[in-house]
């Protein structure tokens, strides 16, 4: 699913709201990650990798890359969680960080956290502001932007 835009009321004014996902695209007490590509200030695109975590109705979002040394979090696709599935855990150096708060409790970024991405659940969909990202229109997509109402449940 490429990521659309969603305007809300519960949208800072003038902000913009990107669905990344639907609610039903991540399963409770699981972690997936998202390769996008995000508008910097000087207009250029960069990748921006995203990893949601969804834990019931809350949802959880933070930049891929372990503080340590920048490598990204999932040792496999998709594989974010620590055996225990309760923690993000660096798939490098095992790392461990709280889903909650991006707070990395073991490991030697200890004391350091991820960068948060602010996230907000409109509609059923996973919506990521305070960020510019980038989207792929074709002349057929122009019509898919999406408009959506607060349904709660974000974080």
Request: proline share 5%; net charge negative; charged share 25%.
């Amino acid at each position: 699913m490429e990521p659309s835009i969603a305007e809300d009321e519960t949208v800072p004014q003038g902000g913009v709201a990107y669905v990344i996902c639907s609610m039903s695209d991540i399963p409770s007490q699981r972690a997936r990650g998202f390769e996008l590509m995000q508008v910097a200030e000087d207009g250029t695109e960069q990748p921006f990798n995203l990893v949601i975590v969804r834990w019931g109705r809350q949802v959880f979002g933070y930049v891929n890359r372990c503080p340590h040394d920048g490598v990204k979090l999932d040792w496999e696709r998709n594989q974010f969680l620590d055996p225990n599935g309760i923690r993000l855990m660096c798939g490098k150096h095992g790392a461990l960080f709280e889903l909650g708060t991006g707070a990395c409790l073991e490991g030697p970024c200890k004391g350091k956290n991820l960068v948060p991405v602010t996230l907000s659940v409109i509609d059923n969909d996973i919506c990521a502001l305070g960020v510019t990202l980038a989207e792929d229109v074709d002349d057929d997509d122009e019509d898919e932007v999406t408009s959506c109402s607060d349904e709660g449940g974000g974080v």
